[in-house]
């Protein structure tokens, strides 16, 4: 997706957006506007500067990799470093992971592929937390990263390990020593993720 | 028995002998009734955990009922009369406060607002909703000739409806704590529970005052509803500003701290009596009393008042709740009843017919603005679980006598509380398991779920903020700030938010300390009593072939322990701390930057101590502060303002340093005793710190000689200021680094005044 810049929002953007991530009307350009509040480039994308320059966002735990996921992905995963740019499209692309799963949506069927908000898409995006270098597989020392960063500095280097080892040894099944996206969702069945990944986006 | 004589006052003259026993009942009678009721009540509590399986299955308030009845029908048959226990003043002035404010007083402040909205609508309009169904279709019923009752007035009938509708905190709580339900459902429940009462007892006084009138005018209507209002508001201004005195006393009694228990007792109960005395809702006052004065109080005084005020509450509250259904077992037996099939059997049916369509209706309407919304199986459980209980049969009991059928009324209350509380508590367990409803899974999460709903909650936090999500805790937010600008000087008495936040996390470690103590020396008597106030932890049962199960908990441990909480959540309900975050902060903080310099080796950084922490995670070896490696400078941008959030910086290391050896379980056993002896002084510390102007807590330590060996730069830091010898050089101006990244970020870290 290239850098569109569009500083203002056209009602047919609007319409695609409600279409593609199924916010509603008021919720888009209530978004849009804080969108615009945090683009202090004013060029319609927002920067990771952008992104740290909230203060609760730098001190969250995981704030960076939060920042990260928003970053579309080149084309080859593996190669291509991420953009440095986003713009509305793609930040409410990311954001309609959090959309509540209304019950009604529960039932759809899959013609229209799947809907961003789904239990698979969200656990993908925490997954992709994880996952840094995009391998599909969270290996035991991404996993350390992550722990890490969760943690305070009173867990030593070797607990940590062994909580991490205990971790892939729950999680893992065809013994590569790695956490796969089946293994994932498989270990985390029985949360319920549609909740705990939803926010409640005001109108 | 000896030879015994009573001792009369005047002893006949002619009796010259001396007694060598005597026995003076009379005297002793009410203590010691009493005592004993207490005792019996007491050794039932003992006895039906004695077979677990039991409590498992039938709600302790249904056991004790039965006990109750079995003991009424062995006074009955003697007849003996019960102790007036449950006339309306023993009941409303002494049974019932405690038991609200052992619920006030543990009630996590935090869901509870935020699931304010919802409380107050399922209280308020539920009830009237019930109260009112209930009353039309009873009338409706009485008009039918059969059953007998066509001298029941309308107004009778709402006074009777009004009565069987309130739910009770006792007996729903202690079946939804059984079944660990999902924290909003507790959350809703028990706040209904409590608010409803404002209501019912308007109601009631309402439907009172109308039913003894001949003609009711429209102009007493609207009073009446006037006076709800007044009820119920009035009820919280007073508890609010009972919770704000106790909390501005608490803060002198720092050389006095054994009457500290005291103060909030009398406080809170002064607080209950003062709302009977102007008829304001007196459940509603202490409870709000306890609410507010808990933030404050348990910063001022020292932790063994702490532990000593909650232990206590707890106890006063479970006795008498004991006795209370005791007596409902009792006195159920021992009164006379006026029974009538058609009236009775209707009531009971309608109760429960109108509160499920009640909960249906409510919950339709309030779904929408709910951030959880009640699915089904959350409904089924708020409509089941609405119990009735002794607050119900209190209020039958204190019924006029000119309301002529009164005994059936007491007949109907006592069926319905009955009905409701077995057959409803027995069976609410299995049902509730049948379907699945949203439960707190304490006891069955494994590692994985618990670093992954971490990093989903952390996740959700952080999108949150980044939407800007604020309206939903801005008056939250301006609540904070009003406390810290205004309240907090007043109420505490050391207020500095740093010392503050000092104390409480040294009281937090404190008390985990002592768990893990309590765990480690295998004395396992003690560590359910702790267990029940504090979180439980959690235990995996699987045992893999590398991992024990021992292994297992202690990581569970280390997990909850050091996991960085999500800011405005709370993990589990009975988390009584919100440690403000600036700890937290300030270490995340501190690592990002860290990870951000070495990862781009910026030239223009010298003396990068930093850069030598190759060890890939950063984390510290043991016993070393982490002044050594991190200047605190770096973080207080406003510069010299902030030097006495660098000294409580290095103090705040301190704490840190004590736990972390008590949380250690894999180190030797040294450990113990040295935890022993930090818990020992840090305790006798607190209480002299209290009076210390900035939290010296460098100086105190070197001064106890036990601690300063575990404190290699945490007594060495002191308060010197200018103490900044291994400190990293930062880049001072933005103009000379080239990335952006390397820049000084142009926000300010929440100070800690600001928050």
Known sequence: ?203 | MPQVEDTDPDPDPGETTQAVFTLNYPRIQIPFEITLWVLLASFAKIGFHVYHKITVWVPESCLLISIGLIVGGIMHSLHEKPPAVLTSNAFFLYMLPPIVLDSGYFMPTRPFFENFGTVLWFAVVGTLWNSIGIGISLFAICQIEVFGVQDITLQENFLFASIISAVEPVAVLTVFEDISVHEQLYIVVFGECLFNDAVTVVLYNLFNHVAALEVVEAGDVFLDIGRFFVVGLGGTIFGALFGFVTAFTTRFTGKVREIEPLIIFLYSYLAYLIAELFAISSIMAIVICALTMKYYVEENVSQRSCTTIRHVIKMVGSVSETLIFFFLGVVTITTEHEWNWGYILFALLFALLWRGLGILVLTQIINPFRTIPFNFKDQFGLAYGGLRGAVSFALAFTLPDNIGRKDLFITGTIVVIIFTVFIQGITIRPLLKLMNVRKTNRNQETINDEIHKRLMEHTVAGIEDLCGQWSHYYWKDKFMKFNNRILRKILIRDNHPESSIVALYKKLELQNAMEVLDQMSGDISAAPSLISLHEERKNASKSRKKFLSSDVTNMHELLSKNMYKIRHRTVSYTNKHTLPDDITAREILMRRHTSLRRSLRAGSFHGTNAAKMSQKYFSLPMGRSLNSRFPPRRLVHAGDGDIESEINYSSIRHPQRVSSKAVMPLRPLNTLKEVASSVNTVDGQNEEQRGCRRSHLGSNVSRSGHLTSHLPHGSSRNCSDGDHDAWVEEPQNNSDVQHPLMRRPHWLPQKPHDK
């Open chain 1, 1 to 203: 997706m290239g850098s569109r810049a569009s500083s203002l929002l056209r009602e047919e953007d609007i319409e695609e957006i409600k279409k593609e991530t199924g916010f509603s009307h008021s919720q888009i350009t209530r978004l849009y506007s804080r969108f615009h509040s945090l683009d202090k480039g004013e060029n319609g994308a927002l920067s990771r500067e952008d992104f740290q320059r909230i203060p609760e966002l730098a001190i969250n735990p995981l704030g960076d990799r939060i920042i990260n996921a928003f970053f579309p992905e080149g084309t080859n995963k593996k190669y291509t470093a991420r953009e440095d740019q986003v713009n509305f499209r793609g930040f409410m692309r990311t954001l309609a992971h959090f959309r509540p799963v209304e019950d009604n949506e529960k039932n759809k069927d899959l013609t229209s592929g799947e809907p961003l908000n789904s239990r698979t898409n969200k656990l993908h995006f925490a997954f992709q937390l994880y996952d840094l270098d995009r391998d599909d597989k969270i290996s035991r020392d991404e996993l350390l990263q992550v722990l890490r960063m969760m943690v305070g500095v009173n867990i030593s280097d070797e607990q940590l390990g062994s909580i991490a080892d205990r971790t892939i040894q729950e999680a893992d099944t065809n013994g590569d020593m790695c956490i796969s996206f089946s293994e994932f969702t498989k270990v985390l069945e029985k949360v319920d993720v549609e909740q705990k990944m939803s926010i409640r986006f005001l109108h």
